[in-house]
């Protein structure tokens, strides 16, 4: 695959992209995996410990397990601990979920996950839109950070799904 990640950031049919805050803009990538929408969706969503790399993006690191349970995405550490990484607000199977985003932190400041799949000719896009950094105490930086982990995050969900490597 020649471009795995797209950062296009034009708006997409019915769905507008977030504003920028601060003047940063969000954080956007695009990937394809083949199969129907509602496998994409699946995998992402109910088999997320399979494949979501925890030794680099993890509250808890290797050996800890994340799930989506009821409204909230959680990770459990090998010693029964718990963190919760964001809670679901618009639960749209398979087409979509939104989500506040605060993995390691408190929910009294957090980001905003959009996470959106459609039917392509080649299979199933993700659609992942980050935004909201201006609550952080260095948005530029968060949202940095962000950019620099979404990738190889979604990387590793692509390959999960019978994707070719980046």
């Known amino acids: 695959m020649d471009n795995l990640f797209s950062h296009a950031a034009s ?3 019915g769905t507008p992209e977030p504003a920028a805050a601060n003047g ?6 695009t990937v394809v995996v083949p199969g129907a929408v509602a496998r994409a969706f699946v995998g992402f969503t109910e088999h997320t410990h399979l494949w979501w790399p925890l030794e680099e993006h ?13 409204n909230l995405i959680l990770e459990t550490s090998d010693d029964g ?3 919760i990484w964001g809670s679901i607000d618009d639960w749209q199977p398979p087409l979509s979920f939104h989500a506040s985003w605060h993995p390691g932190s408190s929910a009294v400041w ?4 959009r996470v959106a799949f459609r039917a392509v000719e080649a299979g199933a896009e993700l659609r992942l839109v980050h935004s909201g950094w201006e609550g952080s105490e ?9 950019a ?5 995050v979604l990387d590793r969900f692509v390959r999960f799904m019978g994707g070719a490597d980046a």
């Not at 940063?24 to 990538?29: A, F, G, K």
């Not at 993890?58 to 009821?70: H, K, L, M, T």
């Open 11 to 13: 708006e997409r049919a």
């Open 24 to 29: 940063l803009d969000p954080v956007v990538y």
């Open 58 to 70: 993890g509250v808890f690191g290797a050996g800890s397990y994340v799930e989506f349970e009821e």
């Open 81 to 83: 601990r718990t963190a």
């Open 110 to 113: 957090s980001t905003e996950l």
């Open 138 to 146: 260095d948005p530029a930086a968060t949202r940095a950070d962000y």
């Open 148 to 152: 620099a982990g979404w990738p190889g």
